[in-house]
């Protein structure tokens, strides 16, 4: 099958759509500056910022000023309600990358919650019931009932928007979706600016990517969605195809939770097992557009491992968050969708603000080339060393179909769980419960004999909201002040499944999805289809959840309660 | 001295959710980082924030941790020196 995007759309702080995005890259024009709308103490931070209010962006969608909807969501209606405009057709799966969630409204109203005034707010916190709204204005008549059969939420930190296009394309493949809307959505928080602060990696000035004397990253926020569909539905229907998915690929750096290694394996196995699938040599490719986030360590850690993988034949490579600012979980899908543009329009994007090279560091493209880009990769990489690359294409490129075969019988913890399997110095950084899944995992490992699965699939519904509660109430307890890093560091919902794969020197494929209580379900979706394309043959599911009195208080305004879930399974194909 | 030395042990122990250790467990003058207490660069940013917090000393650039956090005698001498509460 040959997988065209038919649609394309993005908003960050370059551009509310594609053509503002595509004059703003052409007149080399950033978007990083002062900061407007947050309203966090921290002015001095630069950021990539959405220059409209919640309200204003509210007006702009024709949704209630009243209406509860948290920014993420508002960024990625307008997103995807361009990408489903421009491939005028429908779509049954869609799958949307997100972190922060509702995260901005449960900080602007944590003060009201904490009085006991219950609100439709405090259920938006979830990563994802943000994308659930997102779905329930994408309805083509006002009933505001999602148009999509089935939904899903990556939450891999930054590359959250990367691995929701593969779930998509995957979906298409086995025959489980006619059309996918992917990509991810995600706004500033004070929550996320305060944490990237406390690790010490926020430039206060404009980002340089791969410069010499980089000094950090800028946080932005945006959205960007691409519908996917089989070339031979887009043909019949005469779609106009803007480009084909040629390969991609997910897995774990395996090295730290929230730095890359030196060598940056986890990303070199990702673009090489990317180009591996699109049937390319490195010298096929024209363009990179890297994750190149600016900080020390992140560009230099991507520079070894494009090096490795491209020698002395390196292609353009630029990174365009000197523009947009660090999307976080959007980022794989803003980036994408402007890897599309840049297709479409024949130039390489400038990695704006880059004056000196260093030992080691790659040199980027400073200002926009006009170029014909056949075969473009585009980079996503978050927290936990989950690394994603995917390859694009001007013309398609033929990958594997088969139809959706059964998921194996899991074998189940089903032991009591024996906490002695963690010792004191591992266990120091780890809450309670995350004590007793990994105690989990190590049994399971032991009484099936499966040391190293092909992929480890994290289900959660609130994420790790031991970590996040601590951070959040000290944030704003503080008023912004000397935050400790730790808990910031644990509160991604992916820190789970990262946690196992440091733990257990794992590269393979590595995902967390949080979607209410369908988080399992979905995890269970992208084994079943994975397994089914034959792309892994072994997988330990992980369910998590921990009862935390600070939000369960929050939540008893509205009758819901959190609660400790800590399973493992693993699946796996018998020879 | 020795009073800032026992004071930081104990700070450093709760930072660091070190939560079977006494101060009498660590050795004044071993690297914390790598051997010793076998720390890293989370513990290292922790450490930072723990200056700026008790002690009123702001790092601007991480890296110049490095030589302060050699042991707890370095860090003591350097607080002694530097602080500004």
């Known amino acids: ?575 | 001295m020795e009073q800032l030395i026992e004071q930081l042990k104990a700070q450093i122990i709760e930072a660091l959710s070190f939560e079977d250790m006494t101060p009498a467990d660590i050795d004044t003058d071993a690297p914390l980082f790598g051997e010793g207490l076998g720390l890293d660069s989370i513990d290292a940013l922790e450490l930072i924030m723990l200056l700026d917090r008790e002690y009123g000393i702001k790092l601007a650039d991480p890296k110049a941790g490095k030589a302060i956090f050699a042991s707890v005698r370095t860090m003591a001498e350097y607080i002694s020196t530097h602080r500004t509460k």
């Open chain 1, 1 to 575: 099958m040959r997988i065209a995007i038919t649609g394309i759309g993005m908003v960050s702080a370059i551009g509310m759509n594609s053509a503002e995005t595509l004059q703003s890259l052409l007149n080399e024009q950033s978007g990083i500056g002062s900061m407007r709308v947050l309203g966090s103490v921290h002015r001095e931070l630069p950021v990539g910022e959405v220059p409209l209010t919640d309200a204003e962006l509210k007006a702009k969608a024709g949704i209630d000023a009243h209406e509860p909807v948290p920014r993420t969501s508002l960024l990625g209606i307008l997103a995807a309600r361009e990408a489903l405009a421009m491939a005028n057709t429908t779509c049954d799966a869609f799958i949307s990358g997100t972190t922060v969630g509702g995260m901005d409204l449960t900080e602007q109203h944590w003060a009201e919650y904490e009085q006991g005034q219950a609100s439709e707010n405090i259920r938006l916190h979830e990563a994802g019931e943000s994308t659930n709204v997102i779905a329930r204005h994408l309805a083509p008549f006002t009933f505001h009932l999602s148009p999509f059969t089935f939904t899903a939420t990556p939450s891999t930190a930054c590359s959250s928007a990367l691995n929701a296009i593969m779930l998509g394309a995957n979906l298409l493949r086995t025959g489980q979706a006619k059309a996918a809307l992917v990509g991810g959505a995600e706004s500033l928080s004070k929550f996320h600016l305060n944490g990237f602060n406390t690790l010490m990696i926020l430039d206060h000035a404009p980002c340089r990517p791969f410069d010499a004397d980089r000094n950090g990253l800028n946080l932005g926020e945006g959205a960007g969605f691409l519908v996917l569909e089989p070339e031979e539905e887009a043909l019949q229907r005469g779609a106009p195809v803007l480009a084909y998915i040629g390969g991609y690929a997910n897995t774990c750096d395996a090295f730290h939770q929230t730095a890359s290694s030196e060598s940056g394996e986890g990303a070199y196995l990702a673009m090489s097992k990317a180009l591996e699938m699109a049937g390319l040599q490195p010298a096929d490719i024209d363009y990179i557009n890297a994750h190149g986030t600016a900080t020390p360590n992140n560009d230099l850690s991507e520079s070894a491992a494009l090096l490795r993988l491209f020698g002395d034949k390196l292609p353009a490579v630029s990174s365009t968050k000197a523009f947009t600012g660090h999307t976080t979980s959007a980022s794989g899908g803003l980036e994408a969708a402007i890897c599309v543009l840049a297709m479409q329009h024949a130039f390489v994007p400038a990695n704006l603000h880059w004056h000196h090279s260093a030992e080691g560091l790659i040199t980027p493209v400073t200002h926009t080339q006009k170029r014909t880009l056949t075969h473009v990769l585009c980079n996503a990489f978050g927290f936990g060393g989950n690394e994603s690359s995917l390859v694009l294409s001007a013309h398609g490129i033929d990958l594997s179909e088969s139809p959706l075969a059964p998921l194996p019988e899991p074998r189940l913890n089903d032991q009591i769980v024996n906490e002695q399997m963690v010792n004191a110095a591992e266990a120091r950084r780890m809450t309670p419960q995350t004590r007793r899944l990994v105690a989990a995992v190590r049994q399971l490992m032991v009484s099936t004999g499966v040391t190293h699965p092909d992929a480890i699939i994290c289900a959660t519904q609130w994420g790790c909201m031991l970590q996040s509660m601590r951070f959040l109430q000290d944030m704003l307890a503080s008023d912004e002040q000397q935050l400790k890093p730790t808990p910031f560091i644990q509160s991604t919902h992916n820190t789970i499944a990262s946690l196992i794969a440091i733990l257990t020197g794992n590269h393979g494929y590595n995902a967390t999805y949080s979607q209410g209580k369908q988080s399992l379900e979905c995890a269970l979706k992208d084994v079943q289809t994975q397994m089914s394309l034959g792309l892994i043959r072994s997988a330990l599911v992980l369910e998590f959840d921990e009862q935390v009195d600070a939000w369960d208080k929050v939540l008893s305004l509205i009758g819901d309660s959190t609660q400790d879930i800590a399973t493992a399974r693993m699946y796996r194909i018998n020879e």
